[in-house]
């Protein structure tokens, strides 16, 4: 059965570096989607991506993040100078049209220290 | 904004007694709603999609049903197993987009 991956599993990094996180979804997609969970809060939505473009991103989503889909199957979110809140489960979800439901990846634990 | 919330927050049975999960949404104009399983420190398991022309969804032990008009839907778990174990999201999408916004989840404990 066809899934989202994301690499990698966990991230750990210095705060003021950049870090990308990986996804590849499910490849007749066409809806993109990047969420974040800290540590025992809400699962909580960053941006959404379709037709090459961001067509929504939350007020979390600032300067320091970026998406890009590079190529036909990869999408990714970078930030570009981390900070210790930056700190969190990263999900990237994706869906095939619009009454279809999301699948999401098994998530990037980053932990900025 | 939609606000989902989910009650009660946390719950423990024994095994083969049946699991009821609510959620409540505050804006009722949804295309759809979507259950997810979480395992600790794991990714999130899609369980069942209900469409807003829907009233209920089955998938196994699984059903959901969905009150549009009062905001509310409801996830039930027929004999519960001790695999049955985590965390369980409701999610609804904002009026007129698909970005989910999601509850904080019940955490269900089967004893064996």
């Known amino acids: 059965e066809p899934e989202v991956t994301q690499t990698p599993s966990h991230q750990v990094t210095q705060m003021g570096q950049e870090v990308i996180l990986r996804c590849v979804p499910i490849s007749n997609h066409l809806y993109f989607y990047w969420y974040r969970q800290i540590l025992g809060q809400k699962v909580e939505f960053l941006v959404s991506f379709y037709n090459n473009e961001i067509s929504e991103k939350s007020e979390i989503f600032d300067d320091q993040f970026s998406v890009e889909r590079p190529d036909g199957s990869n999408f990714t979110l970078k930030i570009r100078s981390t900070k210790l809140e930056d700190s969190a489960m990263y999900f990237c979800?994706?869906?095939?049209?619009?009454?279809?439901?999301?699948?999401f990846g098994p998530g990037t634990r980053l932990t900025v220290t | 904004k939609q606000e989902v919330t989910q009650i009660p927050a946390a719950l423990s049975v024994p095994e083969g007694e049946n699991l009821v999960l609510n959620c409540s949404f505050t804006d009722s104009a949804i295309y759809n709603l979507q259950w997810f399983r979480q395992d600790p420190g794991k990714g999130l398991t899609s369980l069942l999609l209900i469409q807003s022309s829907q009233r209920e969804q089955t998938s196994g032990r699984l059903n959901a049903s969905l009150d549009k008009s009062s905001g509310r839907s409801t996830l039930y778990i027929a004999a519960s197993q001790p695999g049955d174990s985590a965390t369980y999201l409701c999610a609804a999408p904002r009026p007129n987009d698909y970005k989910l916004s999601f509850g904080a989840g019940t955490t269900v404990t089967v004893r064996a």
């Open positions: 979800a994706s869906r095939v049209d619009s009454s279809y439901e999301q699948y």
